[in-house]
């Protein structure tokens, strides 16, 4: 029997909208792993106050989390990704900066956890260095269960937009601080990224100076980012002056806030992944 292009048509588009409600169920599913059992150190009894959620954004986190985006079964890389979101410390732009940074390092083979961290000017609760606690505690705890997860516990980077990056920066530029309020087994791990990442970092992602052992770096940002492209510039320049490796993207179009470039209209900034994905290679992180 021979089908018609009509019926054929609308199997695909059957098979398509399958596919896509799947993955989106696949995705709510995904495993939530607290940083703390008990809540965060201090707080403890602020762990069951229920976060709010609404389209793009999610806020008033109390009990940081990392959601588990686990790379594809035949992944052979074993490498792994805690990802920030930015959102300025207000909210956390969860989906575009979280979710899909997470299904992209999938397409690569790669793990990713996408980090609920605090924020600080979104509950005057909090201060700056509580941000920097779940991030120390969410990279050593990725490293604590790397086995778990079959990754290689020497290929953890990081990766952060905006305030994410900033985030991101206080890890890879400070490793050897503690930031753990409560010491565990767990907190006696080194914190140190195999590698980081940041997309339009904010100004305190910027150490007063990068040393020799700070880990490789990709950066990217848009000329006209009023925020963020100056520390783009900075860093880059620290990075050469102290010889770590460095590769920075700065785009002569756009703005602040294009995330994985998925809605912005200039083609640069909504290919830019793939400049991420050539340096993956470059660097030996991928296959």
């Not at 409560?182 to 980081?196: N, T």
């Not at 602040?256 to 900034?269: I, Y």
């Not at 992944?273 to 991928?286: C, E, S, V």
């Amino acid at each position: 029997m021979i089908l018609s292009s009509r019926p054929l048509r609308f199997l695909l588009c059957t098979f398509i909208v399958l596919s896509i409600a799947s993955l989106l169920q696949a995705q709510d599913s995904a495993r939530v792993i607290p940083l703390w059992t008990k809540g965060a150190p201090g707080f403890e009894n602020r762990k069951d106050i229920p976060e709010e959620a609404k389209d793009w954004w999610v806020k008033h986190v109390n009990n940081p989390t990392l959601t588990v985006y686990p790379a594809p079964a035949n992944a052979s890389g074993n490498v792994a990704v805690v990802v920030c979101p930015g959102g300025g410390f207000r909210t956390l732009v969860y989906n575009a900066e979280g979710k899909d940074a997470a299904l992209y390092l999938n397409s690569l083979g790669i793990t990713a956890f996408v980090l609920k961290y605090r924020l600080f000017r979104d509950d005057s609760m909090y201060t700056a260095e509580n941000p920097k606690q779940d991030i120390f505690r969410a990279m050593r705890l990725v490293r604590s269960r790397a086995k778990e997860f079959n990754i290689d516990s020497t290929k953890i980077g990081v990766m952060g937009f905006s305030a994410g990056g900033e985030v991101a920066g206080w890890l890879a530029y400070h490793f050897t601080e503690s930031h753990a309020p409560k010491p565990d087994a767990i907190d006696q791990l080194s914190a140190r990224p195999a590698f980081q990442v940041l997309i339009y970092p904010g100004p305190l992602a910027v150490p007063d100076t990068v040393l020799p052992t700070a880990p490789s770096t990709f950066m990217l940002v848009a000329n006209g980012d009023e925020c963020c492209s100056e520390p783009v510039i900075r860093l880059l320049q620290m990075h050469r002056k102290a010889k770590v490796p460095v590769e920075a993207h700065i785009y002569s179009v756009g703005v602040h806030g294009f995330n994985m470039g998925k809605r912005s209209t200039f083609k640069s900034l909504s290919s830019w992944p793939d400049r991420l994905t050539d340096w993956f290679k470059d660097a030996g992180i991928t296959h």
